[in-house]
Structures are given as C-alpha cells and as structure tokens.
C-alpha cells in the first residue's frame, strides 16, 4: 500500500479553533452573571489525584447510549472512557463520546430557568426561579384551556429521543391529555421501521457479526455510527469476512470500506431493489424452501415484479446503475444467502417512495432467507423489566390530533412536518396555542426553518427544555434548564438483540447549576397545575361532571380527582433511583441491582459468560447462548428493539395492516384497502423527479463527530472539524470558477444559504450535500453561532404520503458563487 | 521495564476520530487544528467520478512511531527528548528551549508547540497519565470503536503485540531512514 500520511486537516481549512474564556464576542442577551464568564473552553489533562473514582455510566452524546465509565478527580470528571461490559457498544467511546465532559463544561449552557422579556424570538431573558417559571406556565395554560374549554389537545409538543423522553411523553400525553405529539421519527426514521416491520414482523438487528454480504444504501455506519453495527462490520471489511456493497450518491467513509461502491440517481433506490428482486426471480435464485414457508403471497409477489417487467435494463435507465452490476449484485446476495442483509437503514427520511423501498429491501432479504438466523436480521431477546404504572385521566374534550388526515398512516408520534402546516396553513380543526419542547431543537431540525418559526410565533406559550441556548430555545417564553446527563440518573434500559442486557445511566456529578432532571420538572409542574387543570374540566367535561355526580356519596370530587389520574404529580413523586430499583429488582432481585450500579450494566450470568478475549475484545455471551433465531414456529416478534420508537405505536400498526401476522408479508392488502397504499412495492414514475440539466439536488447527512445539532457548540469536536461544506463535484465546481472555500450560494424555492465550497469527486455532477447541524443563529452559542449553514433553510417541506415522514431530498438547488 | 510498541490493524479504520478526542482530554491537548499528537490521515482520492479507486481511500492512522533510533532525540541540544525506561521517546518541558531541532528531524511530522508548556510536545503513549498509574492501553487504543490499536511490550514474547506481530504480514514507515519505528502497521 502507498502510505500518505498527510497531517493537512483535511477539511478542516488552515483556521485554527481559537478557543478562549468567553469573551464579549457574543452579545450576551441573556443576562448573565458575572460569574458565568469564568468558565471556558478547554482541556483538562488527568491529574489521577488520590480522591479518583469511577463511576459506570450511558453516553448521551448521540442516540445509541454507549456505556462509558467516567474517571473523577476532586468531583471533576476530567476523562470517560468505554466501559468494557456492555454488549451493545462493545468496549469504545466515539470522538462524541470522549467529548461529553466539553459538553457538561460548556461555558453556555442554560443554567436556570428563564422567562422572556423582549420579543419572541429576540431573545431577551431574565432569570426566574423555579416556582416562578411554573406559575407562569401555569397562568397560560389555565387562560388557554378555559378558553378552549378543556380541549387538550390544543397543547402541542415535540420530544428529540432520550432516556427521559417517555417520563416527559407520558407526562404531556397521559397526565395533560395532548394528542398533539410530533417527536423526530417522521425527520428520522419512520420509514424503514414501518417498512421492515410490517413486512417481517420487526425492524430487527442486522446481524454484522456474522453476515457474508451486506448492501448499505444510503446507510452511512461509518459516519452516522450506530452501535454494534459500525463495530461489527468495518472489522471484517475489505476482504476480511463481509462483503460490503455501498449505493450512495456520495463516496462516503462507508464507501471506503466497500467492495463495490454504485453511485446512484437520488430517489431512485426502489426502482434499484426492484431490479435486483426481478434477477433473483426470473433466474431463480431465490431460496425456495424458506419462502415457500414463511412467506405470504410471494406468488402474487413474483408475478407482479414480472408482470411490471422490472429488469436491470428498466433500472439502469433510472438508477444509473448498469445492468450488469445490479445482476452482479443479485447474484452474489443469493450465493451468500441466508448471511446476506440489506441493510434496514435509519435516517430514511429522503423520498416520496420511502416505504416502498425499504418494504422491497425487507422483502429481498427475506428471499435469501436471512430472516431469525445468524448472519441475517435478528430479533434476539429482551431482558423484561418491572413495570412502573401512570394513571392517566380521560378528558373528554380532547380532540383528535390536528394532522391526522395529511396522510394514509398517522401514528401516535405525528407527522412533523405536515403537522406544523396544519398549525400555520389554517387548516387546523381547532387552535394549536402551546407549544412545549424537550431535547429537540425544530428550529434546526425540521426542513424550512421558516416555517418553524412561524409556527412558534403563533404560540400562545412556548415552554422549551434543554441544556443548550439552541434556536429553539431562543424562540421560548419559559426555558426549563435540564441537568446534563453527567448530572443525572435517567430511566433504566434494557437492550433487546441477539446479546441482551440492562444498563444504567448514573448521575456522575451533582449539578453544576440550577437545573433539573425531566422527572422532577414534570413533579413539579404536576403539582402547579393539577388543581387548576382539574377545575377547568370540572366547567367543560360532562363525563368527568358525571363521574363526580356519582361518586357524590363515597368522596365524590376528591375521590375522583385521585383515582382517575388527575393529580399530575402522581408517578413522578419518588426519585428516578427509587424508580429503577423497584423495576429491576421486581424481576431479577437485590443482587442484580447491586451489580448494575456498581458496573452499569446487568444480564443474567454475566459473571459467568463474560471474558476479555484480547486486549481488546471481550465475550459477552458464549456462541450457544446467543439468541440468533428466536422463532419458534410463527413468525410473530417483538416489534422494534430500540429506543427510537414507541413499541406500542408500532403494535398497533401490526395489528391494524399486517394481514398475515405469521408470515413475512409480501402484500399488504388492508394497508391498500384501508389507506390506499400499494400493497406491493411498486415504482410510481409520477412520485419521481429527474434532476433538471444543470441544477442540482440537494441531500443532507450525518457525520461521525456531530450529533444533529446537539454537539455544534461542542469545543472539542468543532477542533476536529470547525464548520460544514458544500460538496460539489470538481469539474463542475471547475467550471464554475469554484476553488476550495470559495463561499457559495445554495438556493432552493424556500431561502437560500451561504456556505464554503469543498470540489470533489466523490460526489456526481448532479447532487451537492453538507452535513446537517450546523448554521445556529443563537447569539448564546458562543462557538457555533453562524458557523457553516443550516441545511433546513433550503430543504423544502415535502412529506411522503404513507406516514407523513420528511423527503429531505427532494429539493432541487442551484448555485452560485458569491 | 518493558518496550513498547504499537500494532494498528488499519484497515478497520473508518476515520472517526474518536482516538484523536480520547487522546486531546486524557492529555489535556491544547485545542487548535494542528496541535495533537496522533491524527488520521487521509489520502487525496484517486479517480473520476464514478470511477473511483476504492483502494485509494485506506485511513492511515498514525503519530509518534516511537523509533528505537530516533532523529528528534538525536539532534536535541538539551537532551529533553530522551528515552525513557520503556523505551519510549519522551519530553521533558524543563529541558525544552523551543529550538525546534526535532519537528525538522522527525521524518514523521509528529512534534508540535505546546504553547502553554512552551514545549515541542509529542505522543509518548500515555505514559504519565495512565501507564504511570497502572492501566495497560493508551487513552486511543481503549477507545477505538473498531480497535485498530494493539499496544503492548515487545520484549515479550507472550504478549498480544508480540504474537501478532509474529503472526501477521506488518510494516512499518521509511524504514529506509534507519529510525527503527516500533509502530507497525498490519496488512
């Protein structure tokens, strides 16, 4: 091999961080006290002094919750480091990892709770206690309920995921009584679950481990790293045990790991599938025997894919793709079936045929086999843990959520996008006048910013908890400080798969500021606004008017508002601590509970089955003890395991589409009779949109040391990688005068945006792409502050019809440079 | 006493970074694009889209290669740069006048000014802040998602570093140059 090793900061320009206390640089239009200028951003080296401990712990830099074991000196974590014992991430810690103490020293986080003083948006704030944001949340709740007689549902919320995500869920959808929920699912990954899982039963776990040949399409595990996956598979790349096939418009970091890498037409990957479906059938070479089996109509599914004459020639046209190659890669799947994945994908929010596609991936791995078995996509195990019960009360007036008819399917989490036009279109059936956030920034988040913003300036009250002053935070009346997860205990977890176990996220410091964890806002806050809540819909509910009536003899009032729900506070009253203890030793007793606290994480015989292998590998579980295929007879799993979607949600779509619950289903028919969406995947010409000559389509992406726009203000990884760039193809980039951070121009229908070029051929002439995350307008954030762009000021807002989920790239730009 | 050395099975890299964070906090790394001490590198991609060579675009982790005959350590006036016990090529920040004699020797571009310390800092395989208090790895090779590292003593021949090295096809960089470098990258 031909080493360069190049020390040029590839991407990163020649503008050194400058990395100093905070200065004035920033109008500080929160008022802050002097005090809070002293910190600033830094390094710490290990001084290892005698008062060192280790506390285990969950990352909470990104969404797969590694486990990290953090290194205190003096109650200053100066180092985290990976935690060998969890199966999950598998003894590492990413750069966003290392990067979490950056993010509990940042000099900018919120500190406590505020209130608005100037106008939405300019971001004027005073400080204000506790109790004082309470009462006012208070007083505009109790106005907009009365006034909208005690229709809950006129409270809107968003949630980002997160451990505490379901305390706060639970809180505004079972104690408040919202229907109004949007979380990121539907700007995430909505497609791909509904996809996989109502075609096998299950979203699953590609097994990486031990799959022979893995297709990753659009799927970026180098980058956007998912835990085990990305571990599991760039171990045995590049000749090493796994065939990787690569489609991606972009030469990516995965990519680089390929054996093929086809770069495809953006939004065409169903006709791709379609094709590679059609070789196995038409040459047969797909396994017989586990259709026959498991799979219902696949009959129906072979004659429609000939029928519609799906051949590689067809998908060339469209894809861009040769012929030859998508033969190829049929081929070569079916040999290496049934350890043949193509792989399910997350963020597959991108086009109007979302669901199609990963209904037609799910559907073509099934007829290699590679469904339950090792190599293939897994559904494992679960550890269960106790339970830990929420009354909730039933309002009456609750109306039924404002987007529900913008598309076939619209589940319990919302459709973001067509959700938020509905609140500003007029279109809503009745107002949506509160807005309450948690751990999301939809500023940033969701695909035109302005509309976003719009949106929020309707509000009546927007209440906005977070650790960071993000654009969103910016556009609160009420900003509630949460503790950074270094500071607090969150709800135990167990992690389903083929090695399944519980782990624990320990507070490691006491808080730094006056901030709180979720539970004791929502305890809080319960306790505000139970009594005042209970007596607006004393005035409007005639149920709840009935059910006192009738309990007039035995407590009548009282009696009611306790046992039906209506004290808000009841299910956050005790400590998250005495919370997990009760549900993990419920199942597995006193010693369980013992060993999760003192190593972070649990499983039944770990003591027994765990091993250092190596300096750095470990056995979690002995090969035969490995749940690789779970199904005993029927084909009816867990759902989803994971902690990016509502499981519930998920079994009711089961129950309400799949018509043949133990069978991989090839069509859905009551999904087209019901919702009018095709039972079989199928290329719909008119959903698609060539890229017009000489314009270009815009995609987004991840990248491997930002999490969304969660980390931007992060020292430690802006110094790995100080803003984001336009990829555009050199010779195009070279015909245009464009050279190496020349600032261009982005326009789409909806805004334009300004940002640095990087020419590369590692992307076609027809697509140009930055990383997503970057651009926040918050004065507050010190280091991120109008640093690269905000993909969603160009990203229009279009949504696939089937569930309402975001098609980030279908958005056509041009541009220019300025 | 022991000698160290450094197996990066680079082919698992996948350019993360997560092994230049681990070590800029376990270090305390002044911040700053060129202040580190082990980086990633990064080949220019070779080919026209969509013909793109694969090959091309291998990461190449590397830093410090921690030679036995070490330029840096040669040409110090002040002996800061020494060897230490095992064998690693250290810095003492109270010997360093800043003369800079040693990022011009190094044939591996891996000094760098310290400006706190005022000194030409380098890699020394966490040797003062773990293998000082008894931990085994360094702060990259514990935190590597796809453990490309495998650090350990090469005196002996039990350990993981000596096997591998036994067992597989390895090289090292400008070995021509006489540094004897005890990183050694596996194929």
Same mark, same amino acid.
């Given at each position: ?818 | ?70 330029? &840096? #350590?040669?040409? !110090? /006036? %002040? ?5 230490? =016990? ?8 109270? $010997? ?43 702060? &990259? #090779?514990?935190? !590597? /998602? %796809? ?5 350990? =003593? ?8 000596? $096997? ?24």
């Amino acid at each position: 091999m031909k080493t360069e090793i190049s020390r040029r900061r590839f991407l990163q320009g020649s503008a050194a961080l400058t990395v100093v206390a905070v200065s004035g640089a920033a109008t500080a239009l929160i008022e802050k006290e002097e005090h809070d200028k002293v910190a600033s951003f830094g390094l710490r080296k290990t001084q290892w002094s005698d008062k060192l401990t280790e506390v285990p712990t969950l990352c909470e830099m990104c969404v797969n919750k590694c486990a990290a074991i953090a290194r205190v000196e003096d109650g200053v974590i100066t180092k985290l480091n990976p935690n060998p014992l969890f199966p999950k991430s598998r003894n590492m810690l990413c750069a966003r990892g290392n990067a979490g103490i950056q993010a509990l020293e940042d000099p900018d986080r919120l500190k406590y709770p505020l209130i608005r003083v100037g106008k939405r948006g300019e971001g004027k704030f005073k400080r204000v206690t506790w109790d004082e944001a309470y009462e006012h949340i208070k007083n505009k709740m109790v106005k907009i309920l009365d006034e909208e007689k005690d229709n809950r549902s006129t409270i809107g919320y968003c949630a980002g995921e997160g451990m505490a995500e379901h305390t706060y869920v639970s809180f505004m959808q079972d104690k408040i009584g919202s229907s109004n929920f949007v979380n990121h699912a539907t700007i995430c990954l909505t497609t791909t679950i509904a996809g996989y899982t109502l075609t096998l039963g299950g979203y699953g776990q590609a097994d990486l481990e031990n799959a022979e040949y893995v297709i990753m399409a659009g799927a970026n595990r180098a980058e956007a790293i998912v835990t085990p996956d990305t571990m599991d598979m760039f171990k045995r790349t590049k000749g090493r045990g796994a065939k990787l096939v690569v489609i991606d418009p972009r030469f990516t970091n995965t990519a680089s790991h390929a054996d093929k890498w086809l770069p495809i037409e953006v939004g065409t990957d169903l006709a791709f599938v379609l094709a590679l479906t059609h070789v196995a059938i038409s040459e047969g070479l797909y396994n017989k025997k586990f259709t026959q089996e498991n799979m219902s109509d696949f009959e129906a599914y072979k004659k429609h894919i000939l029928d519609k004459n799906y051949t590689p020639e067809w998908a060339e046209k469209i894809t861009g793709i040769k012929a030859n190659e998508i033969r190829e890669v049929a081929r070569d799947f079916m040999a290496h079936a049934p350890r043949s994945i193509y792989y399910q994908g997350r963020r597959t929010a991108w086009s109007f045929q979302d669901f199609q596609v990963r209904r037609a991936q799910a559907i073509f791995t099934a007829m290699g086999g590679g469904v339950d078995k090792k190599g293939g996509i897994l559904f494992g195990k679960k550890l269960e843990l106790g339970k830990h019960e929420i009354p909730s009360p039933s309002y009456f007036n609750a109306e039924p959520r404002i987007e529900k008819d913008k598309a076939a399917v619209v589940g319990t989490s919302g459709s973001w996008i067509a959700w938020r036009n509905t609140i500003i279109d007029g279109t809503a059936p009745y107002p949506v006048r509160a807005f309450f956030a948690y751990k999301q920034n939809p500023m940033l988040s969701v695909p035109n910013t302005s509309k976003t913003r719009q949106m929020l300036e309707k509000m009546d009250l927007v209440v906005v908890i977070d650790t960071m002053p993000s654009d969103t935070v910016m556009m609160a009346d009420v900003v509630l400080p949460e503790s950074h997860y270094l500071e607090r205990e969150d709800p135990v977890k167990t992690f389903g798969g083929s090695e399944p176990s519980i782990a624990l996220r320990k507070k490691v410091v006491d808080a730094k500021y006056d901030t709180k964890p979720v539970i004791e806002m929502m305890r809080e806050l319960g306790e505000k606004l139970a009594k005042p809540l209970f007596e607006i819909s004393k005035k409007y509910d005639e149920e709840l008017q009935e059910l006192i009536e009738d309990a007039q003899d035995e407590g009548g009032e009282e009696k009611v508002y306790k046992q039906e729900g209506y004290d808000l506070a009841e299910g956050y009253k005790h400590s998250q601590e005495t919370i997990n203890h009760h549900m993990v030793t419920s199942v597995y007793g006193e010693e369980a509970w013992k060993t999760l606290r003192e190593k972070g994480i649990f499983y039944p015989d770990m003591d027994k089955y765990f091993k250092k292998k190596s300096v750095n590998t470990y056995q979690y579980y002995p090969e035969h003890k490995k749940s690789y295929s779970v199904i005993k007879g029927e084909l009816d799993v867990e759902p989803y395991h994971d902690t990016c979607v509502d499981t519930k949600e998920i079994g009711v779509l089961k129950k309400e589409f799949r018509t043949a619950t133990s069978k991989i289903a090839c069509a859905l028919y009551n999904l087209e009779k019901k919702k009018g969406v095709d039972a079989m995947p199928t290329w719909r010409e008119e959903l698609y949109t060539p890229t017009p000559q000489g314009r270009f389509r815009f995609i987004t992406g991840r990248h491997g040391q930002f999490t969304q726009s969660g980390t931007s203000n992060n020292a430690l990884l802006l110094d790995l990688m100080d803003e984001n760039y336009l990829w555009i193809n050199k010779r195009v980039a070279q015909e245009k005068g464009i050279n190496f951070g020349d600032n261009i121009e982005v326009k789409s229908s909806i805004g334009a945006i300004q940002i640095k070029a990087y020419p590369t051929e590692k992307i076609g002439p027809n697509v140009v792409f930055f990383i997503h995350g970057f651009g926040a307008e918050s004065s507050e954030l010190t280091l991120a502050h109008h640093k690269g762009a905000n993909d969603n000021m160009i990203i229009e807002d279009h949504y696939e019809k089937s569930f309402g989920s975001a098609a980030m790239h279908e958005t056509i730009v041009d541009i220019r440079r300025v | 006493m022991a000698r160290y050395g450094m197996a990066l099975d680079y082919k698992s890299c996948i350019n993360c970074k997560a092994c230049e964070s681990a070590c800029k906090e376990e270090n305390g790394i002044l911040l700053g694009a060129d202040k580190h001490r082990i980086w990633v590198g990064v080949p220019e991609m070779e080919g026209i889209f969509p013909n793109l060579s694969i090959g091309s675009s291998s990461y190449a982790p590397s830093q410090c290669q921690q030679c036995d005959n070490a330029p &840096c #350590q040669e040409v !110090c /006036p %002040t002996n800061a740069t020494y060897y230490d =016990d095992n064998g690693v090529v250290r810095v003492n920040p109270e $010997q360093c006048i800043l003369c800079t004699y040693c990022m011009q020797a190094c044939p591996y571009d891996a000094r760098y000014i310290d400006d706190r310390t005022m000194t030409v800092d380098k890699c020394n395989f966490c040797s003062d802040t773990r293998l000082i208090n008894g931990e085994t790895t360094t702060a &990259c #090779q514990a935190t !590597c /998602p %796809t453990k490309v590292r495998i650090f350990g =003593d090469l005196d002996d021949p039990n350990s993981e570093i000596s $096997q591998v090295l036994r067992d597989r096809e390895h090289y090292s960089l400008k070995t021509h140059l006489g540094t004897k470098p005890k990183l050694y990258y596996l194929t």
